[in-house]
């Protein structure tokens, strides 16, 4: 079997996954169950067995099939800048340097289009925007009624001179236009945006425009704060093994953040760091009808040692991002406008730039721990050309209305379950005792990854053939058995 090394980091260079082809392809079944379990594969893993990726922390020397080693690119950065030049204009530099990599990032693109959250990294990137490309055009997504950041988005745009599009969100839109990609969609991600990067990128090409900016990437080297909701749930996070009827009771059924407590108390603590709102193990073993979530739990240990060596919680956070920006987060956004032909380039990620704010700024200008904040020379940033912004009280800028898609996609979800029992032979079984639950997020959540996951399976049914072919072997069907039997005596 041939195999493919892929760069997907924009730390290391410029990713395109569009070129991307894979002989015999494989499904790597242990990836789709991290998919289930985390809403991304781990790194360096892909959807394929044949198929590595090279993702932040990885160097993109090694043999990622032999000897893949994980070591965190932005180690030891909070102590590490220039002495402080008195009077030094900290802020005016920034925006130079941020101009510098929006001029970088657009350099082929006619008309680029800016994800413009209302936050502080899109509204830093508009800024600099309006001097290095004032014919950027901003886009809003609302996705639900808990965001609110249309509002502020737009009032940053008029007043920067910028053009300002919002999109709101339409579930049945967007699902459409996902399914439309899912052909050109070489590899997969279940991050909780892709459904709304999937209607915005479609959008944009659909207007004329043939690039994206995108503001993630700084929170890796800037940080985050370890505020107490993130240190209540790492201390929840036991790898306790529950009774499955707990997540089957009646009373918990419209209980979100009781559902959401009781799936932390059976996750690891490095776990719970990656957001949502997922399978339990013992869900996804009951959807492979076999015991796998173990296997895709063990991949976490090769990023242990990083943890253990981090210094406190904000490192460890810092490492969680760094282990799941590009498998999750920016994977959305490369996986969806490769199939797009539309190029997304980070401006945050440009090493000219990020190498700067990592190990030259002053940390306090990167977080102040003792105020709980982050991204102190990005405030700084927007404080010079906006007094008062009106900034959202939650955060929660292109996420996707879970419920709704449930409410109205129930039955094509489910029809694709049953194509799909070779792989995922719990799939229909799982669909139906939650159908009355699904206006839960808890298990709307769970809902929306398998809406993502089952029709890019069969679509791409090759891989499902592969794994049909592998089952009605014989020494498989012995070897399934042989499970299924110990996981009875077991119980």
């Given at each position: 079997?041939?195999?493919?090394?892929?760069?997907?980091?924009?730390?290391?260079?410029?990713?395109?996954?569009?070129?991307?082809?894979?002989?015999?392809?494989?499904?790597?079944?242990?990836?789709?169950?991290?998919?289930?379990?985390?809403?991304?594969?781990?790194p360096p893993y892909s959807i394929y067995e044949n198929v590595r990726l090279f993702s932040c922390g990885f160097d993109p020397s090694q043999?990622?099939?032999?000897?893949?080693?994980?070591?965190?690119?932005?180690?030891?950065?909070?102590?590490?800048?220039?002495?402080?030049?008195?009077?030094?204009?900290?802020?005016?530099?920034?925006?130079?340097?941020?101009?510098?990599?929006?001029?970088?990032?657009?350099?082929?693109?006619?008309?680029?289009?800016?994800?413009?959250?209302?936050?502080?990294?899109?509204?830093?990137?508009?800024?600099?925007?309006?001097?290095?490309?004032?014919?950027?055009?901003?886009?809003?997504?609302?996705?639900?009624?808990?965001?609110?950041?249309?509002?502020?988005?737009?009032?940053?745009?008029?007043?920067?001179?910028?053009?300002?599009?919002?999109?709101?969100?339409?579930?049945?839109?967007?699902?459409?236009?996902?399914?439309?990609?899912?052909?050109?969609?070489?590899?997969?991600?279940?991050?909780?945006?892709?459904?709304?990067?999937?209607?915005?990128?479609?959008?944009?090409?659909?207007?004329?425009?043939?690039?994206?900016?995108?503001?993630?990437?700084?929170?890796?080297?800037?940080?985050?704060?370890?505020?107490?909701?993130?240190?209540?749930?790492?201390?929840?996070?036991?790898?306790?093994?529950?009774?499955?009827?707990?997540?089957?009771?009646?009373?918990?059924?419209?209980?979100?953040?009781?559902?959401?407590?009781?799936?932390?108390?059976?996750?690891?603590?490095?776990?719970?760091?990656?957001?949502?709102?997922?399978?339990?193990?013992?869900?996804?073993?009951?959807?492979?009808?076999?015991?796998?979530?173990?296997?895709?739990?063990?991949?976490?240990?090769?990023?242990?040692?990083?943890?253990?060596?981090?210094?406190?919680?904000?490192?460890?956070?810092?490492?969680?991002?760094?282990?799941?920006?590009?498998?999750?987060?920016?994977?959305?956004?490369?996986?969806?406008?490769?199939?797009?032909?539309?190029?997304?380039?980070?401006?945050?990620?440009?090493?000219?730039?990020?190498?700067?704010?990592?190990?030259?700024?002053?940390?306090?200008?990167?977080?102040?721990?003792?105020?709980?904040?982050?991204?102190?020379?990005?405030?700084?940033?927007?404080?010079?050309?906006?007094?008062?912004?009106?900034?959202?009280?939650?955060?929660?800028?292109?996420?996707?209305?879970?419920?709704?898609?449930?409410?109205?996609?129930?039955?094509?979800?489910?029809?694709?379950?049953?194509?799909?029992?070779?792989?995922?032979?719990?799939?229909?079984?799982?669909?139906?005792?939650?159908?009355?639950?699904?206006?839960?997020?808890?298990?709307?959540?769970?809902?929306?990854?398998?809406?993502?996951?089952?029709?890019?399976?069969?679509?791409?049914?090759?891989?499902?053939?592969?794994?049909?072919?592998?089952?009605?072997?014989?020494?498989?069907?012995?070897?399934?058995?042989?499970?299924?039997a110990r996981q009875v005596a077991a119980h």
């Amino acid at each position: 079997m041939e195999r493919t090394q892929l760069l997907v980091s924009p730390f290391y260079g410029t990713p395109d996954v569009s070129h991307l082809e894979v002989n015999s392809p494989s499904l790597d079944e242990v990836s789709l169950a991290d998919l289930l379990r985390n809403g991304f594969v781990y790194p360096p893993y892909s959807i394929y067995e044949n198929v590595r990726l090279f993702s932040c922390g990885f160097d993109p020397s090694q043999d990622l099939f032999e000897d893949a080693r994980y070591q965190p690119i932005f180690r030891d950065t909070r102590n590490a800048h220039e002495h402080a030049v008195p009077q030094r204009d900290w802020v005016g530099e920034y925006h130079r340097r941020l101009c510098a990599s929006l001029e970088t990032a657009t350099a082929t693109m006619r008309a680029p289009w800016l994800l413009q959250s209302g936050g502080k990294d899109s509204t830093s990137l508009a800024i600099a925007a309006s001097d290095a490309r004032p014919d950027t055009t901003c886009l809003t997504y609302l996705g639900g009624q808990e965001e609110n950041e249309v509002d502020s988005a737009r009032q940053v745009a008029s007043q920067l001179g910028l053009r300002h599009e919002s999109l709101v969100c339409d579930v049945d839109r967007a699902y459409d236009r996902y399914l439309a990609l899912v052909p050109r969609m070489k590899l997969l991600t279940a991050d909780f945006a892709l459904l709304s990067y999937a209607d915005l990128a479609t959008e944009i090409s659909r207007c004329g425009g043939d690039g994206i900016l995108d503001g993630m990437g700084s929170d890796v080297y800037l940080g985050v704060p370890a505020n107490w909701a993130k240190r209540v749930l790492r201390m929840l996070a036991m790898s306790i093994h529950l009774p499955q009827f707990l997540h089957e009771a009646e009373w918990l059924g419209s209980n979100f953040k009781l559902a959401y407590v009781i799936s932390t108390l059976q996750m690891n603590p490095f776990e719970r760091g990656f957001p949502g709102s997922r399978f339990t193990d013992a869900e996804v073993d009951a959807l492979f009808g076999r015991s796998i979530a173990g296997q895709s739990k063990e991949r976490l240990s090769r990023f242990i040692p990083a943890f253990a060596q981090a210094s406190d919680l904000e490192e460890q956070l810092s490492i969680t991002l760094d282990i799941m920006s590009c498998a999750g987060g920016m994977a959305k956004g490369l996986y969806t406008s490769g199939a797009l032909s539309l190029p997304v380039r980070y401006p945050y990620c440009d090493r000219p730039l990020r190498d700067w704010l990592a190990w030259k700024v002053p940390p306090e200008l990167r977080m102040d721990t003792r105020k709980g904040i982050s991204k102190v020379l990005v405030r700084e940033h927007i404080g010079r050309r906006f007094a008062s912004l009106p900034y959202v009280q939650a955060k929660g800028s292109f996420r996707f209305n879970l419920r709704e898609l449930a409410r109205r996609r129930f039955d094509q979800v489910y029809d694709y379950s049953l194509r799909m029992r070779d792989v995922l032979p719990g799939a229909p079984a799982w669909l139906a005792r939650h159908r009355q639950r699904l206006d839960n997020k808890y298990d709307a959540s769970k809902f929306y990854l398998l809406a993502v996951v089952l029709p890019w399976l069969d679509h791409h049914s090759a891989l499902a053939v592969r794994v049909r072919d592998e089952r009605a072997d014989p020494q498989g069907d012995v070897d399934f058995i042989a499970d299924a039997a110990r996981q009875v005596a077991a119980h």
